[in-house]
């Protein structure tokens, strides 16, 4: 009971509505949609993501990271298999010590992994059986098995005082003094280092403010009183950190596609009030076109309309939309398609297609670069100015001039606010110093290597045009694509 109380904290800290403020639990049904995950729409526990088998092989192999993760796959697995040895060593020693102790712990070691993956019932893991086409986690899960191995890393150390008390009881005959055979059998001791060596490249993260930096970075990617699209966690949380614990562009409406189909998200969108742009700590590209602070809300829509939003429309044939000068084209064979020939707009394409028609003119509007060719499957590849990060939404179809060129797989780009940014704005240095092992969480490295396509595209851009400028932008994308393995696709032609 009291465990389970700590829940009645999100009700109380809800209802001051907090910037962050996820699922919004200020009643019961909020709450109670929040405790049990109803915006991820995961099935019942007896609609198996995946095979369970394999969902107890995930968690070995993050059973496997634990020991030894800097080193090859063979030496891994070989520290997991002595690593498993000493915590059995120890919850035999355990049970023989303290049989009522040892079965409550082997009661909660079963709970937190076979029970815990049954109800847990992740899809494939992100790199499990890599080879093969199948519906996976959008990230790693090991940190939902944290507890597991903490309880296994218990047992691991009782193990290894079993090896010690082993030792010193084989040194009897020889050395008739207790004390002298415990400092004999010490040594022992340092087989608990090996975890610590061997994660110390891939799990340190000293020195790494990517996120912070990345977010600083894409916020001032965008003019005062812009409105910016992202697409999920990665490209979103950095920046709410960046806005409400360091203060950074407050004034940048971040609208994040995976949030926006909830209510409550459309809800606080809404309600949130437009911070005032600070010239003197933003970019000095902006600080002589520092427009008047726009007024009203985001959307140009009551709460009731707002709240009576579809989760979907359907999209049944081609339909061409003029919203403030901007023409919108609905194709159902790009937007969401179904094999019916038939697609849909989801309730955050609406908002967002509803933040143009009402904002456009009024403020800018910016599509982050890692929501993709999202701008472009609305057939707005020829409106999108690539500025650095993200790529600003005109009102009209964009000219190619000096200063604003088509660069292979990136559209039209701002040559010369794209060099800015780059070189004036953005930490580059934070993408680009080494990392001995790249960059270790591969559902992330988008982030990363977002910089080297970035400066990559500039270099390619500037190539005929400023030869100094093109090479400097060259080396930053070397050094940063050293630590990454993606490249961006090329935006399909419309």
Known sequence: IVGVSVYVYLPIRAAHFPAINEGEPTNWNALWAVLTRQQYGKPPVTERQADFF???????????????????DQIQAGLAVLFFFFGGLGA?????????????????????????????????????YLPRQLPREVRERDYFFICSFGLWGIWVAMGLATLMEWLQESLKQRVPEEHKRWVYSTPVLLLALIPLFGNRLTASRAKETLARDFAADLLNSVEPYGILVTAGDNDTFPLWYAQEVEGIRQDVTVINLSLANTDWYLRQLQRRPLADYDAAKGPAIYRDHVPPKPSGR???????????LQLYYVLDKKSVVNLGGVIVTLDPQYIHPLQTGEGYLERADVAVLTAIKDQMGKR???????????ADEFGLTGYLEGQGFARKLEAQPIVASDSVQPVGGFGYVNLARTKTLAFDVYHSATAARHRPRGWVDRPSEGI???????????????????????????????????????????????
């Open 448 to 494: 990363l290597g977002l910089y080297g396509l970035t400066y990559g595209a500039l270099a390619q851009g500037l190539e005929s045009k400023d030869r100094a400028s093109a090479l400097k932008a060259m080396v930053i994308a070397d050094s940063t694509n050293r630590n990454t393995s993606i490249r961006m696709p090329p935006i399909p032609e419309r």
């Open 54 to 72: 394999a969902q107890i092989l995930l968690w070995v192999q993050y059973f496997r990271w634990q020991w030894g993760r800097d080193f090859s």
């Open 92 to 128: 035999w020693r355990h049970y023989r010590a303290d049989r009522r102790q040892a079965l409550a712990m082997m009661t909660l070691m079963f709970t937190l992994t076979l029970l815990l993956i049954f109800y847990l019932n992740f899809k494939y893991g992100y790199s499990e």
């Open 364 to 374: 800018p509007i910016y599509f982050s670069r890692t929501v993709g060719t999202y």
């Open 298 to 308: 985001l959307f140009n829509m009551t709460d009731a309309e707002l709240a009576a």
